[in-house]
Nanobody, 122 residues
């Protein structure tokens, strides 16, 4: 198995921006929805955004809608998360994973990557 490899996190001030990247190759990248998840301190990991294979369909949680943009490059097995207008409550470790194509929410990769830490200071 090959873990996803997330990158691009860091420390930013409120209102700042970051662009996360994730290379995922465990499954056939062009066969699955992809999702970004985050785990805040003391909380469960939750889905914040997802994208269809052809990028035509996207989903955002209410907490990030209008501020985050998910995209993918199928030629590079890479999914991105552009994060703008960051808030302290966005502080979390961010992960990507393949998604069940039916419910578009359940992660199906057998392993999680190490994630990338995003910290937003107030």
């Amino acid at each position: 198995q090959v873990q996803p490899a997330e990158s691009g996190g860091g420390l930013v001030q409120t209102g700042g921006s970051l662009r996360l990247s994730c290379v995922a190759s465990e499954l056939t990248f062009t066969s699955y929805y992809m999702g970004w998840f985050r785990r805040a301190p003391g909380r469960e990991r939750v889905l914040v955004a997802s994208i269809s294979v052809g990028s035509a369909v996207t989903y955002y949680s209410d907490s990030v809608k209008g501020r985050f943009t998910i995209s993918r490059d199928n030629a590079k097995n890479t999914v991105y998360l552009q994060m703008n207008s960051l808030k302290p409550e966005d502080t979390a470790v961010y992960y990507c994973n393949f998604l069940n194509n039916l419910d578009r929410r359940t992660p199906i990769g057998t392993a999680w990557g190490q994630g990338t830490q995003v910290t937003v200071s107030s």
